[in-house]
C-alpha cells in the first residue's frame, strides 16, 4: 500500500484518497493529489511530507491505510474522501491520537478529532437564510428531495430559520419524478399565491430547482414577488443561470476568484481544468505546511486546527469547529440573465 511522497520534509503527513477506485471517484482522487502536489510546490520551504495512501474508495482499505500511515510516523491524516472510509480511517486514528482533516460533506462523519473540510449543506442553508431575513424576509416555504440531503437540509433550515426569527409555514419532500415534483410545486405555490409566504428555498442541484421554477411561474409564483432561495450546488451550473424563470434568486458560494486562480495555476501545471473538490487538497496541504511552520510541536493539536480565527484557502475563508464541522466564509449571488453576480461578499474572516 505504500506510495507516492510528496515533499520531503521532516513532518509526516499522510492523505488517503481512492485513487484505484473506478469510475469518477478515482479521477476525483487524483485531481486532489495533484492539488496537494500544486501547493506543496507554491509554498517555500514546506517542513511536510505527504504520504499518498490509497484507501481504494472503501472503508477496508482506509482502515489499512490509515494504520499504515500512522505505523510510519503519521501525525495528521488528511482524507478520506467517503464518509464510511472517514469512519473506518477514524477508529484507528482516534485510539492513536492522530487527527483527521477529510473530505467528506458528511457530518456524521464529524466529531472532535476528525474534521471535515468540504463544503457542507448547513453552512449554505445558514448562510443563504441569514441574507434573506437580513433583507426583511420571515415566512418561507421549502421544496426538498426525498433522500439524505433532503434531510439534512431540512434540519438545518429548521434551526437557521428559528435562530433569525422567522417561520417555516411549509416543506413540501419530493420524490426525484416530475410527477410528484410537480404537485408539491403547486402545493407551494397555493400557499405562496394564498399570502402566507415570501420566500421559498428550493436547494436542489441540476435539473430540479430550474424544473421546480418552471412551476412556480405557472402558477404565478416569479421572483419579481418572491424570493427564490438556492444553494451552492447552484455554482457555476449553467442549468440555474441559463433557467429565465430563476432569475432574480439568490444562492450563497465561494468567491470564485480564488478557485478561478487555483484552477489557471493546475492546468498549468497539469495540462487539464481541475475537479471542483481538487481545491480541498491544496487546502489541506497547504494547511499542514502552514501550521508546521507556525505552530511547532502544537502544529497538529485540537486548539490550533480549530484556532477560531480560522485560514484562508483557495474558497475563502474558513475554520474547523470543535464538533469537527467547518464555518466557511460564503459570497451570495443573484441571477442576472444568465449570469450569478455577487450582491454580497463573501466575509474575510470570523469577526463579529
Known amino acids: ?30 485531481h486532489i493529489k495533484n492539488a496537494a502536489t500544486l501547493a506543496l510546490r507554491e509554498f517555500q520551504n514546506a517542513d511536510i511530507q505527504i504520504m499518498i495512501k490509497d484507501d481504494r474508495g472503501t472503508a477496508e482499505g482506509a482502515r489499512a491505510a490509515a494504520s499504515e500511515a500512522i505505523a510510519q510516523g503519521a501525525e495528521l491524516i488528511l482524507g478520506p474522501l467517503f464518509a464510511q472510509s472517514v469512519a473506518a480511517a477514524a477508529s484507528v486514528a482516534k485510539p492513536a491520537g492522530v487527527p483527521i482533516v477529510a473530505f467528506s460533506t458528511d457530518t456524521s462523519a464529524a466529531s472532535n478529532g476528525v474534521y471535515l473540510l468540504s463544503f457542507l449543506p448547513q453552512s449554505d442553508v445558514d448562510r443563504i437564510i441569514q441574507f434573506a431575513t437580513a433583507r426583511g424576509k420571515r415566512a418561507f416555504a421549502a421544496l426538498l428531495p426525498m433522500n439524505g440531503y433532503g434531510t439534512v437540509v431540512e434540519a438545518a433550515l429548521h434551526k437557521a430559520v428559528a435562530d433569525r426569527g422567522g417561520r417555516i409555514i411549509a416543506i413540501e419532500r419530493y420524490q426525484l419524478d416530475r410527477f410528484d415534483m410537480q404537485a408539491k410545486a403547486q402545493t ?16 436542489d442541484a441540476g435539473d430540479a430547482a430550474p424544473f421546480l421554477a418552471q412551476i412556480l411561474s405557472t402558477e404565478g409564483v416569479r421572483t419579481d414577488k418572491f424570493a427564490f432561495l438556492g444553494s451552492g450546488q447552484w455554482n457555476a451550473d449553467e442549468r440555474i443561470t441559463g433557467e429565465s424563470n430563476l432569475n432574480g434568486a439568490w444562492f ?25 473538490p481538487a481545491s480541498l487538497g491544496y487546502d489541506a496541504a497547504s494547511l499542514a505546511a502552514g501550521l508546521t511552520s507556525r505552530f511547532g510541536d502544537q502544529r497538529f493539536s485540537p486548539q490550533t486546527l480549530t484556532n477560531s480565527a480560522g485560514f484562508l484557502g483557495v474558497d475563502g475563508a474558513f475554520r474547523l469547529l470543535p464538533n469537527g464541522t467547518n464555518q466557511r466564509g460564503l459570497a451570495i449571488y443573484q441571477i442576472d440573465r444568465g449570469k450569478a453576480q455577487i450582491v454580497e461578499p463573501a466575509p474575510t474572516n470570523f469577526g463579529s
Not at 510528496?6 to 513532518?11: D, E, M, P
Not at 394564498?194 to 436547494?203: E, N
Not at 450563497?252 to 471542483?276: I, K, L, V, W
Open 1 to 30: 500500500m505504500t506510495g507516492e511522497v510528496l515533499g520531503n520534509g521532516k513532518v509526516r503527513v499522510a492523505m488517503l484518497l481512492p485513487l484505484s477506485a473506478t469510475g469518477n471517484a478515482g479521477q476525483i482522487g487524483l
Open 252 to 276: 450563497p458560494a465561494p468567491d470564485n476568484a480564488g478557485f478561478e486562480s487555483f484552477s489557471s495555476r493546475y492546468r498549468a501545471q497539469f495540462g487539464t481544468a481541475p475537479f471542483r
Open 188 to 203: 407551494v405555490a397555493a400557499i405562496a399565491n394564498a399570502g402566507q409566504i415570501d420566500s421559498i428555498f428550493m436547494p
